[in-house]
Structure formats: C-alpha cells, structure tokens
C-alpha cells in the first residue's frame, strides 16, 4: 500500500505526492493575486511545515515556508519557476523521507 507523504493545493484542485512536472503546472497557473496560491504540505491534520507559493504583480514568485521546529517564515522570491518547483520539489520530498522513515 502506498503512503501518501504530501500534497499540493491550489484553487484549481489537489495533487496528492506531486511530481515535479505537476507542481510546475499549478506554480506557472498562478497569475497574480486573482489566482491564489499553491500549497504543499503533508498530509497529516496539523502539519509540520508547510510551503506557500504566490505570484506578485511584476511577475515574481514568492515562496513562504514554514516549519514548526524552526519557528518564523522563511521568504524568498524568484522569477524562475522551473528552478523554484526544482528546490522546492526536494524540500518537500526530504521533509516527507523524515516523517514516513523512507526515501523519497
């Protein structure tokens, strides 16, 4: 049986386990405040951590993370989108190999 580790959220549905491809389709549909944000998380009711992605209005991306055990947000913004779902993408992914014990 498969364990989900974590998932993506956006206005436009869910992901469950993103691929790095899947996740950059949701972080390159975001168009600025009207569309909202993506969020990857694992799937567990009070999250550990978690990361926020938005677009701002020149086009950037802003990248929100936040873990419990490290307390305030870290902030970051780009305009490579490939590059932020790549970094991201393996955040995630060494987050999820330390709460399930396996890797990812």
């Known amino acids: 049986m498969s364990v989900r580790q974590y998932r993506a959220v956006s206005g436009s549905g869910r992901v469950d386990d993103p691929s790095e491809e899947a996740l950059f389709r949701m972080v390159s549909g975001l168009e600025g405040a009207r569309s909202g944000f993506v969020v990857l998380a694992p799937e567990e009711p ?31 913004v780009t305009r490579d989108a ?6 991201l993408t393996g955040w995630a992914g060494a987050r999820g190999a330390v709460r399930s014990g396996s890797s990812s």
Do not use: F, H, N
């Open 46 to 76: 009070d999250p550990r951590w978690w990361a926020a992605v938005s677009r701002l209005g020149d086009g950037r991306y802003e990248v929100v993370r936040r873990e419990r055990v490290r307390g305030g947000p870290e902030i970051s």
């Open 82 to 87: 490939q590059g932020l779902v790549r970094e």
